[in-house]
Structure formats: structure tokens, C-alpha cells
């Protein structure tokens, strides 16, 4: 069995929250040579047959734009058992609290996701406390995007990415992950270029876990580095029980992202990591992280 921790739903309205002025979902999607994705339901549906055909039995989708949190929780409406629901949120935006409020209640969303160098703010900002008071309360999770940030998407539509990168340090959550610590934060791509600073702060905070999604790009900015070793150091330093298991994965017809999985199973193979450890990151964690 295996639970995949980070899929982005890029919905019809989150195509047209990304680019306002580029006519609707179905001309946007036409320009990327992406499929339609249809209602949020359909896209949904056509999750579950692709999760399915890879023998996916359950997936976290994030809501890739703030005010994009009402599709996701259409899908996990439909798809309770497969889906959990996470959302991104600015805590600087106006609407801060109302959009937190509305998100982790009516609709019953499993986790914010921080994204500081999009949105320009750092982590240890008082703005982003109420994210882990919020989340304490909900049980929900607080995933915390830091180090190198790109949005293909944003690329392929020629819309600017005005990233402070100096602002998704890991080390800079650590002060609220200590503060709540019965809010598990997750860290994707392996803290994404500031794998020593993640290490730290996860290190210090058991609250903090890695996610393992994507390609690891970051990986060409530490020479000599590879995904062995990046694997062999985090379960040296968190151990197992904190690394989930991702894809990345995000738009159609390509679909789930097999390789991720089958690139990081050979690497933990080749480690001679065992089958116990092996099943908490593929899927144990998740299910204790998202119980049903």
C-alpha cells in the first residue's frame, strides 16, 4: 500500500485565480497542453482513477492559490477515504483569519501550507501564529514550503515570480513548531536547497517532518550530493518516522509521477533500508499524520 503526501489539484479555479486576464480554465489549460480539468468533482474522479491504476491508496491535494480552498474540499467531499485536504494561505492577506477560519471549519481542510517567500513574510512573523493556533484546535497540519521556490505553471504562462528566497529558512519555524508541539509540521523537498537548516530545525523540533516529493533538483546546490546520501543523513538525523513519502504531482494527461516513487525506492533499496521503515515512509506516516 502506498499514501502519496503532496499532489497539487490544479483545479479550473485555480488556473483562473493564477492568470485573471488569460481568458477562462478551458483556454489556459490549451495554452499550458494540459486536459481541462473540468469541476472539481470531475478532476477528483479522474484523481481516483489515476491513483487507482498506480495503486495509490491514498493522497494529500494541496489548493495551489489562495481562495482556491473550496475545490479541493468539493473532491474530498466525494472521495473521503482516498483524499485529505490542504489549502494554501497567506496570513498577511486581509482576509487572513476569515479565509483560516472558513477553511480548517466549514470545510473541514486537514492543513494550511506556508508558502513565505511567495507571499513575503517571514516564519517567525507574529502574523503566522495564528496558522498553528488554528491548527492545534483543527488537528490539522501547518506544511511549510521553504528553500528554492518554482512554479512551473507560472513560467509557461510568462507570469513573474518575485520570490524572496531568503525567506523560507526552516530554522525560522522552529520557534511556533516548539511553541505547539502537538501540530505536526511537514517541510517538503527535504527544506528544497536548505536540507542542513530542515535537519536542524527537525532536529530540534520532533514535531517537524520531510516530506520527500519531487525531483530533488535542489540537490545541484550542494556538490557531490545525492539522493542516497540526502536519504541516508535525514534518517540518520529524524529517522524514518518522520519522512513522508511525495510525488509532486499535479496536472494531467501526465498524471501521478511514477518515477518519484520508483527513483526513491531504489534509492532506499540500494540503503538496504528495511521493509518496517520503508512501509512507515511509503504509508504508516501518512495514516498517522491524516487518520481517517
Given at each position: 500500500m502506498l499514501n502519496d503526501a503532496h499532489c497539487h489539484f490544479f483545479s479550473s479555479r485555480f488556473l483562473e485565480l493564477l492568470a485573471p486576464h488569460s481568458g477562462g480554465a478551458e483556454e489556459i489549460a490549451a495554452?499550458?497542453?494540459w486536459d481541462p480539468p473540468g469541476t472539481a468533482t470531475e478532476l477528483g474522479d479522474r484523481w481516483i482513477a489515476e491513483l487507482d491504476r498506480h495503486a495509490v491508496s491514498r493522497a494529500a491535494l494541496i489548493a495551489s492559490a489562495p481562495g482556491d480552498a473550496v475545490s479541493v474540499a468539493e473532491?474530498?467531499?466525494?472521495?473521503?477515504?482516498?483524499?485529505?485536504?490542504?489549502?494554501?494561505?497567506?496570513?498577511?492577506?486581509?482576509?487572513?483569519?476569515?479565509?483560516?477560519?472558513?477553511?480548517?471549519?466549514?470545510l473541514k481542510l486537514s492543513g494550511a501550507c506556508l508558502f513565505p517567500a511567495m507571499h513575503g513574510y517571514r516564519l517567525d512573523n507574529e502574523s503566522v501564529e495564528p496558522v498553528f493556533r488554528a491548527a492545534a484546535a483543527h488537528r490539522g497540519v501547518v506544511f511549510v514550503h521553504c528553500g528554492v521556490l518554482t512554479v512551473g505553471v507560472r513560467q509557461k504562462?510568462?507570469?513573474?515570480?518575485?520570490?524572496?528566497?531568503?525567506?523560507?529558512d526552516p530554522l525560522a519555524v522552529a520557534r511556533l513548531a516548539l511553541a505547539y508541539?502537538?501540530?505536526?509540521?511537514?517541510?517538503?523537498?527535504?527544506?528544497?536547497?536548505?536540507?542542513?537548516?530542515?535537519?536542524?530545525?527537525?532536529?530540534?523540533?520532533?514535531?517537524?517532518h520531510l516530506d520527500t516529493s519531487s525531483s530533488n533538483g535542489w540537490i545541484k546546490y550542494h556538490p557531490g550530493l545525492t539522493l542516497a546520501e540526502v536519504f541516508r543523513t535525514a534518517l540518520a538525523?529524524?529517522?524514518?518516522?518522520?519522512?513522508?513519502?511525495?510525488?509532486d504531482s499535479s496536472f494531467f494527461p501526465r498524471g501521478w509521477q511514477k518515477p518519484v516513487f520508483d527513483n526513491q525506492q531504489h534509492v532506499l533499496k540500494g540503503l538496504e533500508v528495511g521493509a518496517a521503515d520503508q512501509d512507515a515512509i511509503f504509508r504508516g506516516n501518512f495514516n498517522r499524520l491524516f487518520p481517517e
Open positions: 495554452r499550458l497542453q473532491a474530498v467531499a466525494h472521495h473521503p477515504h482516498r483524499f485529505v485536504g490542504l489549502f494554501m494561505h497567506n496570513p498577511i492577506a486581509p482576509d487572513a483569519q476569515s479565509s483560516l477560519d472558513r477553511s480548517f471549519g466549514a504562462l510568462g507570469l513573474p515570480s518575485r520570490f524572496d528566497l531568503r525567506l523560507g508541539p502537538d501540530v505536526p509540521v511537514i517541510v517538503p523537498h527535504f527544506g528544497a536547497g536548505f536540507f542542513r537548516e530542515a535537519l536542524m530545525a527537525a532536529d530540534q523540533c520532533a514535531s517537524i538525523v529524524v529517522g524514518s518516522s518522520r519522512l513522508l513519502f511525495g510525488t
